[in-house]
């Protein structure tokens, strides 16, 4: 089999485009074939043309949504949304030029069930291509050499992650440091920093790790001078991140580099717009269909079960701390303690239809209210009560950075086990985690799966509401 070194590795993008076309093209004439003359017609005569502008949108879409899956790490849900994306953008394209061909209202039905059909074809076989890559890295193909310079606990923290996974493509042949004590703890010691040049040019090594502290300035800038001359990748790890523990967003102010704690995605205009054009849609359709039975129903039920009203109104923690009124159906009797005491487990305040409501998560539907007044979003982290937020912001470093989003009707930490009770600072942190990492991991394929998720613990019910 032919190894596909570093120098060789664009061979695998371009493999994996030719690829895409020959699966777009065969899923174009699966389609075309398989609905037949009537929806197909108005192209019989220029197949061939139809089929050429097909390949054109998709390399002009590669440029929106460009190759990925030859990356040392590429997540599996990343590359079926950018499947959907690449899809979608390409079918625009594709209907857009049908139709200034005077063609594409008559191909409505053949467009529509290409799309679909492609979708999920398309992200099968990207999703294939990745897996069948990593097995080819597995099996010692396609790696790139690799030495680390500098062999304190971030290097070492970087070797462990590079020989975790071998699809990653990684053959990492040793490290550099001038401890010499380190030679016989090392995996595998190579020399002091100074030999790092030679070894290079004689072992064609592709990339240089460099761990090395901010003191050796005089060194780094050595290597990284040897890197460029030399056509070899130069990579620094901070060495504050081995109290830092995570990804790092660089920015560039004019020519001054910047580093930033985390990336936030809705902190794109688009992605903005996308999150508050959904909330709103979403939000008119439950309170436009479902909601008004569900508030005449629901009412006469908490009606019956106690006195008081029907929707229970408590001040929240919002976006950047502003406070707000959060809706919910009642499911208590009405007491004292309700904005300072949370509810658990037998509580003795809560009523019969209380307990259903909580458990199926029916108590938050007048949520949507909020939702559309533009104070919560379907999706973000669960609004807490002022005493909480008072408390654990306290207790907890990054406990107020949920708080640059929207809270939410539902959450990524309620879908993975945090909701309800908080019982210990743990178990609170465990949601703060949670929640930060929804923060800064946010997709509109992200909101769409913690709500089907939702629904589906609607119906099963969840041991920890009440």
């Known amino acids: 089999m032919l190894e596909l070194n570093k120098k060789h590795g664009y061979l695998i ?39 050429l502008l097909l390949n054109f949108c998709y390399f002009f879409s590669l440029y929106f949504v460009p190759l990925k899956l030859h990356l040392s790490i590429v997540f599996i849900d990343k590359i079926v949304q950018r499947a959907f994306l690449l899809v979608t953008i390409l079918t625009f394209l594709f209907a857009t030029c049908l139709i200034f061909l005077n063609i594409g209202d008559v191909l409505a039905t053949f467009l529509i069930v290409y799309y679909i059909v492609t979708i999920v074809a398309f992200s099968l076989w990207r999703v294939l291509v990745r897996v069948t890559l990593k097995m080819y890295r597995r099996k010692g193909y396609n790696f790139k050499k690799i030495v680390i310079v500098g062999a304190g606990k971030n290097g070492m923290e970087l070797y462990r992650v590079m020989k975790d996974d071998l699809s990653y493509g990684y053959n990492v042949l040793g490290f550099f440091d ?34 090395l502290p901010g003191t050796n300035d005089e060194k780094i800038v050595r290597l990284l001078n ?105 499911t208590m009797r009405v007491n004292a303690e309700a904005d300072s005491l949370q509810a658990v487990k037998d509580d003795p305040r809560k009523t019969k239809i209380g307990n259903f409501l909580r458990r199926t998560n029916l108590d938050e539907f007048p949520q949507f209210i909020n939702v559309l007044r533009g104070e919560m979003s379907v999706v973000g982290p669960r609004p807490h009560m002022l005493k909480h937020t008072e ?76």
């Open 13 to 51: 993008q371009w493999l994996i485009g030719i690829g895409d076309m020959i699966v777009l093209n065969l899923l174009f004439f699966a389609v075309y074939y398989g609905l037949g003359h009537a929806y197909t017609s108005a192209i019989t005569g220029s197949l061939r043309e139809v089929v």
């Open 226 to 330: 040897f890197a460029e001359k030399h056509m070899i990748r130069f990579y620094i790890v901070p060495e504050f991140y081995r109290n830092l523990k995570k990804s790092l967003i660089m920015e560039v102010l004019e020519s001054v580099p910047l580093l930033t704690v985390r990336r936030e995605p809705l902190q794109a205009v688009y992605n903005r717009a996308l999150k508050r054009s959904f909330d709103i849609a979403f939000s008119l359709a439950v309170l436009l269909t479902v909601y008004p039975i569900m508030y005449v129903v629901i009412g006469i039920l908490i009606k019956m079960s106690s006195p008081g009203p029907i929707l229970f109104k408590q001040k929240r923690t919002g976006l950047y701390g502003q406070e707000f009124k959060c809706y919910k159906f009642r």
């Open 391 to 466: 408390q654990y912001s306290a207790l907890i470093d990054k406990y107020m950075v949920r708080h640059l989003v929207k809270p939410g009707v539902t959450g990524w930490a309620q879908v993975t086990g945090y909701r309800g009770e908080t019982k210990t600072l743990e178990q609170m942190e465990g949601r703060v985690k949670r929640d930060v990492w929804y923060i800064e991991n946010w997709s509109f394929f992200l909101d769409l799966k913690i709500i089907v998720v939702t629904v589906l613990n609607m119906f099963r019910g969840e041991k920890n509401a009440y």
């Open 178 to 211: 001038d401890n010499l004590s380190l030679q016989s703890v090392l995996p595998n010691y190579l020399g002091r920093t100074d030999e790092v040049e030679a070894f290079a040019e004689a072992h064609d090594v592709d990339e240089i790790y460099c761990t």
